[in-house]
């Protein structure tokens, strides 16, 4: 396990405090998991971003029937009349 300082500002380790006291948990382990938790969110988030810019660079786009098949699930068309 590595230990490193975090400056945060006075109001975010008030907030850090207050959730580690309703947790019953030290403020240590609190922000240990917040971090971890923002962590692995960003590394899956760019993966993902990552995997769709290879998508479109291999020009593997949806075909125009595919995208109006999504688009006529959410959007109803007009009452013409």
């Given at each position: 396990m590595?230990?490193f ?10 907030k ?36 769709g ?8 786009f949806?075909s ?8 006529a ?9």
């Open positions: 590595t230990t300082t975090v400056h945060v500002s006075e109001a975010t380790a008030a850090l405090d207050e959730l580690a006291e309703r947790l019953d948990r030290p403020r240590a382990d609190v922000a240990a998991r917040a971090i971890e938790d923002f962590v692995e969110r960003e590394a899956w988030q760019l993966a993902e971003i990552e995997a810019l290879a998508e479109a660079e291999r020009g593997d949806a125009s029937a595919e995208v109006a098949h999504v688009i699930k959410y959007v109803k068309p007009a009452i013409q009349g």
